[in-house]
């Protein structure tokens, strides 16, 4: 077998084996699966099965009805009882935890209702909101009556007015799609974000300790340091794909399984029913190719340090790069065609994370993506070119050396004259 | 004594066989000449010993001519070309900095790296089963390389460095840091290879060594080969000889005698340094009636003095 496919394998299938390497695999799996399963997970823990029990004093002894039929029209799940007891009492129940408020309901002198909320602490803020619109509309329709309004006039008030948005751009996103668009994009630059930083501080650390351990000189002078390098960002790469499709088959099978209480969470509201096929494609090929790219500059990197605890101090700034397009690219989720974006879409440092929002969430002329794709590609030729110039002298030096004129010096060693 | 010359300047002319040969060979990093103007031959199986200092020049040498490193003028050729990745099955080599991976174990470790050099699988267990049992450790075999001593990785560095038979073999000091058992082990290891039509070159900074191994040798100083020729013509053409006494009556007095280079004094009696045989003969003449003379011996500059002479004492 040629030397490069032998290398390729023994990395790939020494990382297979590592305890390290399970324990991440198994750990990533277990966060999968309790994602996918989040509202089965919710509902054990949730006795009440997700609702709000709310006690209700009504001093009138009229209002009680007509708020809990208000209250129920906008938000199903809270759920109010008549409390029959004094003020106190329902406190005392709310400090127990039986309730998780306690309203009470008064008339002021106009004959229109007005309440007090007590609840242990003022953060559960949905709740509140819930319950004052309840009382607003009771309010509201009380004071229409007083006022003699026929159902018909208030119905007409109340009618909302039609306003529709349209998109000019040819085939531009509907919100919902947007919408779906913005769920996968967000999944998806995680997955970008975290295999390049993962992958990437492997390949620089499996460099540093061939180095470290001094077997690169004996492995040097049977393979060239460049078969060498892409031999082990390639197995890498594929050890990379090896975990990905672990996750994403376990996680495809067990959302299948849970399809049906996942429509009402957040994946319901980030519809991942119906992936559109062009955006899984670009995901695919910006991820490789930000792999492509982060993996090179962390292999030439990785040859510069002598000490393996060398090896996070000279890849921070890469780290940084990764870090600084992630950040940007979560800013672009919420306003993915500001110019901003469009212009750091095409640096090639950024180009995996941010040009991948913006196709995915965008609707971009096809040349922008492949622009961005060229620019890409010509900056991965350059960083391997260089970076195994770099590498070929990097892997024989040793000393203190961790410092960035280091480049120059193993590009030295590697002149001729 | 005579035919030897002759054959090996038959040799040295490079008809015969795959010869290794450096030409005007100069490495410069920056300003810094590590190697200057090395040119050397070394005929095939033949064991070639690389003295000298500490940053003498010797590693870069050894990198150059294994073509890790460029030069930055001259040739170097093995059988009338330069070494790359083409022959790079045909060489072995041991660096001066031990290093295995320490997680993985000695088995695959030597699998791995002599499948690189081009062995199959099947053929590399045959060769470590019988390396390790002739080193004693075959019970090592499925250890990480982190749980063996010091001494023991040697070993398994060294087999990692020879089991696919290399036509020439590179060993950078290696035996600094062995015991004087595993020393002998590794020794008779390297002249088998030897015998079996190797052609090795080795550095050591351990004078005794490359005297009881090498045919030829170059004590390199400051990157540029000081002597260079056979271990006897090296000593013969060095001329001082060493001169042993050990007498009853004191001997202070050849200090300042004419043609003694070095006076020390030993437990016994005194080893000097002396111009040439003739200095011995009259010494002889001026003791030889002052008592009682229980050793007089004339020996062989020892490369020790050679080399303490060449490179000014200022090794180690």
């Not at chain 1, 159902?151 to 509907?174: C, I």
């Not at chain 1, 067990?254 to 992936?275: P, R, T």
């Not at chain 2, 696919?164 to 002249?191: C, Q, W, Y």
């Amino acid at each position: 077998m040629n030397n490069f496919w032998i290398i390729l394998f023994h990395t790939y299938l020494n990382k297979l084996k590592t305890k390290s390497f399970i324990i991440t695999t198994l750990l990533t799996l277990a966060i999968v699966l309790a994602l996918t399963n989040l509202q089965n997970i919710i509902d054990i823990f949730d006795k009440n099965g997700g609702k709000d029990n709310v006690a209700v004093l009504d001093e009138t002894g009229q209002l009680y009805e007509p708020f809990k039929k208000q209250v129920s029209t906008i938000n199903k799940d809270v759920k109010l009882t008549l409390f029959e007891g004094t003020a106190a009492e329902a406190e005392k129940e709310v400090k127990e935890g039986s309730y998780q408020g306690m309203v009470l309901l008064k008339l002021n002198e106009e004959k229109l209702p007005f309440a007090t909320y007590k609840t242990m602490s003022i953060a559960d803020s949905p709740l509140f909101t819930d319950l004052q619109s309840g009382l607003q509309q009771l309010k509201t329709v009380l004071a229409a009556s007083q006022i003699h309004l026929t159902p018909d006039q208030l119905e007409k008030l109340y009618e909302p007015v039609s306003f529709t948005k349209m998109a000019l751009e040819k085939n531009a996103k509907t919100e919902e799609e947007l919408n779906q668009a913005r769920g996968l994009v967000y999944v998806l630059l995680f997955i970008i974000y975290f295999s390049v930083i993962m992958y990437a501080n492997m390949i620089a650390m499996e460099v540093a300790t061939e180095k470290s351990s001094r077997v690169m000189e004996i492995l040097i002078s049977s393979v060239s340091p460049i078969k060498q390098m892409f031999a082990k960002i390639i197995g890498i790469g594929l050890l990379s794909l090896t975990q990905l499709a672990v996750f994403l088959s376990v996680g495809y099978f067990s959302f299948k399984q849970n399809i049906e209480s996942l429509k009402e969470g957040f994946f319901g509201v980030y519809g991942f029913g119906d992936i559109p096929l062009a955006t899984i494609i670009y995901a695919v090929i910006f991820f490789i190719l930000g792999y492509f790219l982060y993996a090179t500059l962390a292999a030439f990197l990785g040859s510069l340090v002598s000490r393996i605890e060398d090896v996070q101090q000279m890849i921070t700034p890469m780290t940084m790069l990764v870090v600084a397009g992630f950040m940007i690219a979560m800013f672009g989720l919420g306003k993915p065609d500001a110019p901003f974006i469009t212009v750091t879409s095409f640096i090639p440092f950024f180009t995996p994370m941010i040009m991948f929002l913006r196709v995915g969430m965008l609707t971009i002329p096809a040349w922008e993506a492949l622009v961005g794709i060229a620019v890409l590609v010509a900056t991965i030729t350059f960083l391997a070119i260089f970076g195994a110039r770099v590498y070929r002298g990097g892997v024989l030096m040793y000393g203190q050396s961790n410092s960035f004129k280091d480049i120059k010096k193993a590009l030295q060693l590697t002149k001729n004259k | 004594m005579k035919p030897k010359i002759v054959i090996f300047v038959i040799k040295w002319r490079g008809v015969c066989g795959m010869v290794l040969k450096l030409e005007h060979v100069t490495k410069r990093f920056g300003n810094f000449a590590a190697v200057d103007d090395l040119s050397l031959v070394i005929p095939e199986k033949e064991m070639f010993g690389f003295l000298g200092a500490n940053g003498a020049g010797k590693t870069t040498t050894f990198r150059m001519i294994l073509g890790l490193l460029d030069t930055s003028g001259g040739r170097i050729t093995w059988d009338g070309k330069p070494i790359d990745y083409s022959t790079s099955r045909l060489v072995g080599y041991l660096p001066e900095e031990r290093g295995l991976y320490p997680k993985l174990r000695v088995r695959d470790q030597i699998v791995y790296l002599a499948r690189l050099r081009g062995m199959k699988k099947s053929e590399v267990l045959i060769e470590l089963k019988s390396w390790l049992e002739r080193f004693k450790i075959p019970e090592y075999e499925n250890k990480k390389v982190e749980e063996l001593s010091k001494g023991n990785q040697q070993k398994i560095q060294f087999i990692a460095a020879v089991v696919h038979r290399p036509k020439l073999l590179i060993l950078d000091e290696p035996f600094s840091g062995l015991d004087p058992v595993n020393v002998e082990m590794l020794k008779e290891a390297v002249l088998s290879l030897k015998e079996n039509g190797a052609t090795i070159v080795f550095s050591s900074h351990r004078m005794e060594h490359v005297e009881e191994m090498c045919e030829h040798l170059c004590i390199l100083h400051k990157g540029s080969p000081v002597v260079h020729g056979s271990l006897k013509e090296i000593k013969r053409s060095f001329g001082k000889k060493n001169l042993v006494i050990h007498a009853d009556f004191p001997l202070d007095f050849l200090k300042d005698y004419p043609g003694v280079v070095k006076y020390k004094a030993t437990m016994e009696g005194i080893l000097l340094q002396i111009e040439g045989e003739s200095i011995a003969e009259n010494i002889l003449k001026e003791i030889v009636n002052q008592g009682f003379i229980r050793k007089f011996a004339l020996e062989e500059p020892t490369l020790n003095d050679i080399f303490i002479e060449k490179v000014g004492g200022s090794y180690e």
